[in-house]
């Protein structure tokens, strides 16, 4: 059966790779990539070269995507609301996404939101109107899962695209942190860092890597991990429930 079969396929299928770096690697890793890659325009005009980002993730209450993401189980979907401010009130960017993994492929798929919109969804658990195949999916989801908002992660991106090959996106992100949350807003969290000093180093492609970046990951001694900041976010969260997965 198709992942999110309802949503017209407008975005092909990506490949994700994740490291952890300490400061030093990290340094070392953004200054290898500079010849190939050019800060993002988010990033260039964000305070201090990071941009804030902010994602509130929804599960069953018995925490089975979760689950599902630990036991490396295929053909699994996440769902999350995404946004780049702490308060309503500066009238944020707010996005819808729903993310399809197989393997080490993954497909995402997002529309914008209006601020009155996330309202009347976080308030009845319905859009105002069904007029975007992917909150009609959304929703679909929600009900039939019977998911609900669990864990707010947090974390300043700092994004690079590169100069020459399309489709190829490196990120680095700071203080990683997490909240139980059933809001992208609340007005008091209590954030529980993921891992201190660790940056999470992203790369995203919908291609083989270039050959410049498989010699850096050789020669900086990277190793592929599962770095979920869902299944994190869950764990520094919920610690009663849940196992730490992200030992090394």
Known sequence: MPL???I???????FEYKYRLYPQQ???????IRPFMRLDTFTSSAPQG?????SLYFDTADLRAYQEKV??????TKLRIRTYA???????DIRVEMKARKGMSMEKHGTFISPAYYRRFMQSNHWPVLDDPLLVEFERYVHLKTLLPLVLVEYRREGFSAR????????????????RSATLFPLAPVFRAHQRGVIVLEIKCDKSQPHWLRELVLAQGLRFVANSKFTQGIEVVRPELVRPSWSY
């Open 164 to 179: 020459a090959q399309q489709g190829l996106r490196i990120t680095f992100d700071h203080q990683v942190q997490s909240a």
């Open 8 to 14: 017209p396929d407008n975005n092909n299928w990506r």
């Open 86 to 92: 702490r308060s309503l009130h500066e009238n944020p």
């Open 50 to 54: 990071r941009y804030l980002v902010r």
């Open 26 to 32: 990290y340094h070392q890793v953004r200054a290898a």
């Open 4 to 6: 999110l079969p309802e």
């Open 71 to 76: 036991n490396g189980d295929c053909d699994r």
